[in-house]
């Protein structure tokens, strides 16, 4: 998931067609513990490179996400654990809904949370919140994202399809033919 997403960032930002970037997960999940997972299989292999072969990349595109030069917004449909909760944070617009569930997970596996969430978003939340979901791995619902500002926005769940297609249809997307947004439906492995 991190190379198709490095690599879709890169080839549309300096495509002057592509003019919004909308990321959005699939089902149940905007993107949960791909990562973890794949580390894992290889640490049991005695192959630890690849851990930080996965941080680099990860760090790669958060940095590309958080510095986009283009307008983007992350849509938290369902739940955003670990690293799809690192994905979601540098966005410069970050929709929660009445669905959406925020969690630094790795906590409850013993790993300390550090694909710049840690580092980055969780300090900066109000009051000691950031340290308590870094050591708890706490789960925020949409409402409670947007107080304490990890959401920008909040939009109910039923009214997410006429926000995309206003936002597509203000770049011109629907209007003249042409390919106007980066869209990435689906965040999968």
Known sequence: M????L????????DA????????????AFSVGGDIV????????????LGLKTTLKAYKLLYLIATYSKPQLSILIGIAMGQGAAIFLPSRFRIATENSMFSMLETALGVVPETGASAYFLSRLPGFLGEYLALTGARLNGPEMLACRLAT?????????L????????TGGLTNGRTS???VSSIKK
């Open 181 to 183: 947004s980066f869209y």
């Open 17 to 28: 067609k592509v003019k919004l970037v909308i990321l959005e997960g699939s089902g149940k």
């Open 38 to 49: 794949e580390i894992t299989r290889h640490l049991y292999k005695g192959d630890w490179r």
């Open 163 to 170: 926000l995309e297609q206003e936002l597509i249809a203000s």
């Open 153 to 161: 926005h909040f939009v109910p769940a039923t009214n997410l399809a």
């Open 7 to 14: 690599q879709l960032f890169l080839a549309y930002e300096h």
């Open 2 to 5: 991190l190379s198709q997403l």
